[in-house]
């Protein structure tokens, strides 16, 4: 039984940079492929990128591509996304899930704010 | 970058059936864009009801189905009960990278 548990809510200024972690439990990360899905307030859901296996890289989607690095330190079993530049368009919840999308995090909402 | 689109919203009578479908602006849907199918209600992380076109994982009540029909990848509710209402979100996969639908806001009434 895969368990994530991700870092709480975040309040950031514009032009910051957020780090999210994905602590995970009951597998190794070695095991897993992770990927992150954001979701902004009444929107719907939207990928941002995720480990595949087959190329052995991890892929971003096109429009964060520059601005989110998804990092993992198989030490600790813990992924990161880190998001930078952020303006208040990137208000979400951010979701580590695997990549079958069999498990998710609780989602760790950050919000962009002056 | 592809669109996927779905349906803005659907109803469905309970015990009703209905189809939500899933399109790619690049084409027709086939397996290999490896079809899911996801269930959110409000407040909620979303959770898989479909995965690879038509697999169901374990918590997946048996009234969900999964197809490709007419170019599109679809999800089937047939027997609708209140507790289906919420949003459906469809994912595909191009060369790795994914892309989710927009979402269909289904109501039993």
């Known amino acids: 039984q895969v368990q994530l548990v991700q870092s709480g809510a975040e309040v950031k200024k514009p032009g910051a940079s957020v780090k999210v972690s994905c602590k995970v439990s009951g597998y190794t990360l070695t095991e897993l492929s992770m990927h992150w899905v954001r979701q902004a307030p009444g929107k719907g859901l939207e990928w941002m990128g995720g480990f595949d296996p087959e190329d052995g890289e991890t892929i971003y989607a096109q429009k964060f591509q520059g601005r989110v690095t998804m990092t993992e330190d198989t030490s600790t079993d813990t992924a990161y996304m880190e998001l930078s530049s952020l303006r208040s368009e990137d208000t979400a919840v951010y979701y580590c899930a695997t990549d079958d999308y069999g498990d998710w995090g609780q989602g760790t909402l950050v919000t962009v704010s002056s | 970058q592809a669109v996927v689109t779905q349906e803005p919203s659907l109803t469905v009578s309970p015990g009703g059936t209905v189809t939500l479908t899933c399109g790619s602006s690049t084409g027709a849907v086939t397996s290999g864009h490896y079809p899911y199918w996801f269930q959110q209600k409000p407040g909620q992380a979303p959770r898989t009801l479909i995965y690879?076109?038509?697999n169901k994982h374990s918590w997946t009540p048996a009234r969900f189905s999964g197809s490709l029909l007419g170019g599109k990848a679809a999800l089937t509710l047939s027997g609708a009960q209140p507790e289906d209402e919420a949003e459906y979100y469809c994912?595909?996969?191009?060369?790795?990278?994914?892309?989710f639908g927009g979402g269909t806001k289904l109501t039993v009434l």
């Open positions: 690879d076109t038509s």
């Open positions: 994912l595909l996969s191009y060369s790795g990278a994914r892309q």
